[in-house]
């Protein structure tokens, strides 16, 4: 067993597959917006970052357009969207097995909180986290960096040694790094193994079986 006291998961693509629920609601944003884009492949990029930062960078939209667009996202995200997801196999007889090492659990997501706490609760995954911290629904406390700290200094009778974040992409990692914790990268969600390393992560696992032995 490790002797991390404290694990962080991300939701998107380390808990569960979102694909199909956040492209097909991008998609259906962009469409709101005049922009159509027939391929739900493409928009693969936005699951794991904030939205505002993804609809200004692939698509050029300005800050005005951005919230629009997320909005429209959120109309269909809430109703239909949230529920186009499927759990990791093998994820949920992990955080059995670590909460039953007494090990603190928390979901660290840059999706709203709110949105969050009704998946888990959908998955029947809510009752293994003792805390759900993600973005407010303004898209403030957005970045990976500001959620690890909120969760940090929840758990001020840690030491920063204790803590491990594991997620997908490069802002799970760099978001680890800038708050002074480990950090386990997992190729099994969206990001590459390549945009892992390239982040420093401090360790990389390749699938879910993989992830539970490095803890048991």
């Keep these: ?27 259906y944003a962009l469409g709101k917006m005049g922009i159509i884009e027939p391929d739900i492949d493409k928009l693969d990029c936005f699951i794991g970052p904030p939205l505002q930062v993804s609809f200004a960078e692939y698509y050029d ?11 429209y996202y959120r109309e269909r995200f809430k109703d239909q969207g949230m529920f186009e997801n499927e759990i990791y196999a093998g994820i949920s007889a992990l955080l059995e097995i670590l ?19 009704e998946i888990l609760k959908y998955f029947q995954i809510d009752q293994f986290f003792e805390l759900v911290v993600g973005s407010n629904l303004d898209g403030s406390r957005s970045a990976k960096t500001e959620i690890i700290q909120y969760i940090l200094d929840s758990y001020k009778g840690y030491k920063k040694e204790e803590f491990i974040m594991i997620g997908d992409r490069k802002h799970d990692i760099i978001g680890a790094n800038n708050t002074g914790i480990a950090s386990i990268g997992v190729t099994y ?21 993989e992830l539970n032995s490095f803890f048991v």
């Design 189 to 209: 969600g969206y990001g590459s193994e390549g945009e892992l390393q390239d982040a420093n992560a401090t360790y990389i696992v390749r699938s879910v079986s």
């Design 99 to 117: 909460t039953n090492e007494s090990i603190k659990l928390v979901v660290a997501t840059s999706k709203p909180t709110v949105f969050a706490e």
């Design 61 to 71: 939209l300005d800050d005005v357009n951005s919230h629009q667009a997320i909005e």
């Design 1 to 27: 067993m490790s002797t991390y006291k404290v694990i962080l998961f991300d939701l998107d693509g380390t808990l569960s597959d979102p694909k199909v629920g956040i492209t097909k609601s991008v998609q």
